[in-house]
């Protein structure tokens, strides 16, 4: 989209000052809560030995992009609505959709990541631990954050309509590879139960081992779970924006729009509800969050 076009966009959006203020509060509230609820999950997965190296270096990259949501794309999306009125948006525009497209697009990615490597870990068994790791899972994850951050330069300087084609590949991508997994992992624990009712004589003294790791397997799975809906949710707004901003040229689904910026909105949302999962789902996240807390306190009184 051209400047002049995106210009008069930006001018119709003048007249919805109430929303925008609204919106820009939220935004404000959310920031905050990101940024604190982030860093508590960071220094809680610090403190938890439990979780697989790999996983664990996953869990607290998505983490990280939550906590860079809060303290970086969000207090520029509340800059960006403040200046929409005054006219000198591009350059902060510009930095904030290289800002959007990176650390988005780093978390669908690594969310989705997240799945594969729990399928690997019930498939590979005892050789997931030598085929799944640190390196390559970090070697991974830079390839990643490097396309993403590509993916969001091309955007704001080159040419939006391929990076939103890219973004549209991502999106389907992760969301196949997802359920894929998501539904391999079901019926793969399905068949070992079966498998486990079947052998209840001689092998009953082994089974409360295994039965202790496949527990502590499915708490990290419905984590994720629940994580990738809440970016099914989150993300669904701002995946109907792109589609009607491409078919149709009212002013509701353009960039700047009340549509658009709410959906931007409910997109931010995403990096303050995870914590919220981390902590719900997982007892050894929620107990180290607890002691932090507590610590905390008694530093501060």
């Given at each position: 989209?051209?400047?002049?076009?995106?210009?008069?966009?930006?001018?119709?959006?003048?007249?919805?000052t109430p929303s925008?203020?609204?919106?820009?509060?939220?935004?404000?509230?959310?920031?905050?809560?990101?940024?604190?609820?982030?860093?508590?999950?960071?220094?809680?997965?610090?403190?938890?030995?439990?979780?697989?190296?790999?996983?664990?270096?996953?869990?607290?990259?998505?983490?990280?992009?939550?906590?860079?949501?809060?303290?970086?794309?969000?207090?520029?999306?509340?800059?960006?609505?403040?200046?929409?009125?005054?006219?000198?948006?591009?350059?902060?525009?510009?930095?904030?959709?290289?800002?959007?497209?990176?650390?988005?697009?780093?978390?669908?990615?690594?969310?989705?990541?997240?799945?594969?490597?729990?399928?690997?870990?019930?498939?590979?068994?005892?050789?997931?631990?030598?085929?799944?790791?640190?390196?390559?899972?970090?070697?991974?994850?830079?390839?990643?954050?490097?396309?993403?951050?590509?993916?969001?330069?091309?955007?704001?300087?080159?040419?939006?309509?391929?990076?939103?084609?890219?973004?549209?590949?991502?999106?389907?991508?992760?969301?196949?590879?997802?359920?894929?997994?998501?539904?391999?992992?079901?019926?793969?624990?399905?068949?070992?139960?079966?498998?486990?009712?079947?052998?209840?004589?001689?092998?009953?003294?082994?089974?409360?081992?295994?039965?202790?790791?496949?527990?502590?397997?499915?708490?990290?799975?419905?984590?994720?779970?629940?994580?990738?809906?809440?970016?099914?949710?989150?993300?669904?707004?701002?995946?109907?924006?792109?589609?009607?901003?491409?078919?149709?040229?009212?002013?509701?689904?353009?960039?700047?729009?009340?549509?658009?910026v709410s959906a931007?909105?409910?997109?931010?949302?995403?990096?303050?509800?995870?914590?919220?999962?981390?902590?719900?789902?997982?007892?050894?996240?929620?107990?180290?969050?607890?002691?932090?807390v507590k610590q905390?306190?008694?530093?501060?009184?």
């Amino acid at each position: 989209m051209e400047i002049s076009q995106l210009q008069v966009n930006f001018h119709w959006v003048i007249d919805q000052t109430p929303s925008f203020v609204l919106i820009f509060s939220l935004n404000i509230f959310l920031a905050f809560t990101a940024t604190l609820g982030n860093t508590l999950i960071l220094i809680a997965l610090h403190k938890v030995s439990s979780i697989h190296p790999p996983t664990k270096f996953l869990l607290r990259c998505l983490a990280m992009t939550d906590f860079c949501v809060g303290v970086i794309v969000q207090p520029l999306f509340a800059a960006f609505l403040m200046e929409i009125a005054s006219g000198k948006w591009q350059i902060l525009y510009m930095t904030l959709s290289i800002f959007n497209y990176t650390f988005c697009g780093f978390s669908l990615t690594i969310a989705t990541v997240i799945c594969v490597d729990r399928l690997l870990a019930l498939l590979l068994g005892l050789r997931y631990r030598h085929t799944v790791t640190l390196r390559r899972v970090r070697c991974l994850v830079v390839c990643f954050l490097l396309a993403a951050f590509v993916n969001g330069f091309i955007y704001s300087l080159c040419s939006r309509d391929f990076a939103d084609s890219v973004g549209f590949v991502v999106i389907i991508t992760s969301l196949f590879l997802s359920v894929f997994s998501h539904a391999k992992i079901f019926l793969k624990l399905r068949q070992h139960q079966a498998q486990v009712r079947q052998h209840v004589g001689h092998e009953q003294g082994n089974s409360g081992g295994i039965a202790l790791d496949i527990e502590r397997y499915k708490k990290i799975v419905s984590t994720i779970a629940w994580v990738q809906l809440a970016f099914v949710f989150c993300y669904f707004p701002l995946f109907i924006f792109l589609i009607l901003s491409t078919v149709t040229i009212a002013d509701w689904y353009k960039v700047g729009s009340i549509f658009h910026v709410s959906a931007l909105t409910v997109v931010y949302f995403n990096s303050s509800l995870n914590p919220i999962l981390y902590c719900w789902k997982i007892r050894e996240v929620r107990e180290a969050v607890k002691t932090t807390v507590k610590q905390i306190r008694c530093f501060s009184s």
